[in-house]
């Protein structure tokens, strides 16, 4: 199960606390993803990236940012301003820009409020 | 922007029967449509696609079949056994030029009983 790695595995967060979550990739991929996953809901795009420098809010981007400074990585980082954060947090890549192309997940990442 | 409907949210056969999952999709520009199954608390995966340049696809015992004027899809599963009980997704995407997004239904939770 290599190639991209999320982490931590769970983790918890105290009212009022930004948290980062951590997407790391090395099938050298332009594109990179975060879907947020609610039971009943699917998987709603965050953000995505297609290159370096340059990233795209998805349909619920409020109350999170992201960087994507270098090819491989691309963090995610829930503010305080989320105000239901507790979800399974979903990173993906694809080889290049453009959304036809076959996802490539992580493990994922569940968020808990303390 | 696009939006994805999945139906039924679960789905119990025998193992043996078929399965048929189907989704809708509103935005007409729309041309591409992956299918990825997640295993219980495992990451999902891309298991078949289709371009809207083809009408179905078959690989084994899954298949898909796109109907681009009433734009809906649906993924086929016969003679299902056991191991294809998960969560399945759709999704669908317009690719730009500059990069593009991938949608997804809200899934669907199949269980096959021995």
């Known amino acids: 199960d290599g190639g991209i790695t999320q982490s931590p595995k769970y983790l918890f967060r105290k009212e009022g606390q930004n948290v980062t979550l951590s997407c790391e990739q090395n099938l050298n991929h332009d594109a990179m993803y975060w879907y947020r996953q609610d039971p009943g809901q699917g998987l709603r795009l965050i953000y995505y990236s297609q290159i370096v420098n340059d990233f795209q809010k998805g349909d619920i981007a409020e109350g999170y940012s992201v960087s994507r400074e270098k090819k491989e990585s691309f963090p995610l980082t829930v503010t305080s301003a989320q105000k239901n954060p507790t979800a399974f947090y979903l990173c993906?890549?694809?080889?290049?820009?453009?959304?036809?192309?076959?996802?490539?997940f992580g493990s994922g990442t569940q968020l808990s409020v303390l | 922007g696009e939006n994805v409907e999945q139906h039924p949210s679960t789905l119990s056969v025998q193992e043996g029967d078929s399965a048929v999952i189907k989704c809708t999709y509103s935005d007409s520009a729309s041309n591409y449509f992956p299918w990825y199954k997640q295993e219980l608390g495992k990451r999902p995966q891309l298991i078949i696609d289709?371009?809207?340049?083809?009408g179905e696809k078959k690989d084994q015992r899954i298949a898909v079949t796109l109907n681009k004027t009433a734009k809906h899809f649906s993924l086929h599963i016969t003679e299902t056994q056991p191991e294809d009980s998960a969560v399945y997704f759709c999704?669908?995407?317009?690719?730009?030029?500059?990069?593009?997004?991938?949608?997804f239904g809200q899934g669907t939770e199949l269980s096959v009983k021995p």
């Open positions: 999704a669908a995407s317009i690719n730009y030029n500059q990069g593009g997004k991938l949608i």
């Open positions: 993906a890549s694809s080889m290049r820009r453009g959304a036809n192309e076959k996802l490539f």
């Open positions: 289709i371009r809207s340049n083809v």
